[in-house]
Nanobody, 125 residues
Framework: QVQLEDSGGGLVQPGGSLRLSCAASGRVNGVYTMGWFRQSPGMEREFVGAVRWTGGTTYYADSVKGRFSISRDHTNNTVSLQMNSLKPGDTAIYYC??????????????????WGQGTQVTVSS
């Protein structure tokens, strides 16, 4: 079992920045990939980015590439999502997720095993 607690959401003006964090506990040594997804009302859950827990390879959705970056901290078992140049279209609940069986395609939400509770990000003036 892996427990995930995501935090750091809030209200920010367009062009601003936020940093989300996801703290993992439990059987973290079984994690292969950590992902970030988001969901707006009435919309499907959308891939944002992911990082391979050991090798550090990162993946990003085209919509956030160049604005968002993912980093991991093995000491504290955390994954962060730095979001810059935020747009109103980035408004959503953001969820971190953990994969414990090696997802071939980290962009597929159904392949993740554990999820955080979500944190709201609102980009508005």
């Amino acid at each position: 079992q892996v427990q995930l607690e995501d935090s750091g959401g809030g209200l920010v003006q367009p062009g601003g920045s936020l940093r989300l964090s996801c703290a993992a506990s439990g059987r973290v040594n079984g994690v292969y990939t950590m992902g970030w997804f988001r969901q707006s009302p009435g919309m499907e859950r959308e891939f944002v980015g992911a990082v391979r827990w050991t090798g550090g390879t990162t993946y990003y959705a085209d919509s956030v590439k160049g604005r968002f970056s993912i980093s991991r901290d093995h000491t504290n078992n955390t994954v962060s999502l730095q979001m810059n140049s935020l747009k109103p279209g980035d408004t959503a609940i953001y969820y971190c997720a953990a994969d414990t069986h090696w997802v071939v395609n980290p962009r597929v939400s159904e392949d993740y095993d554990y999820w955080g509770q979500g944190t709201q990000v609102t980009v508005s003036s």
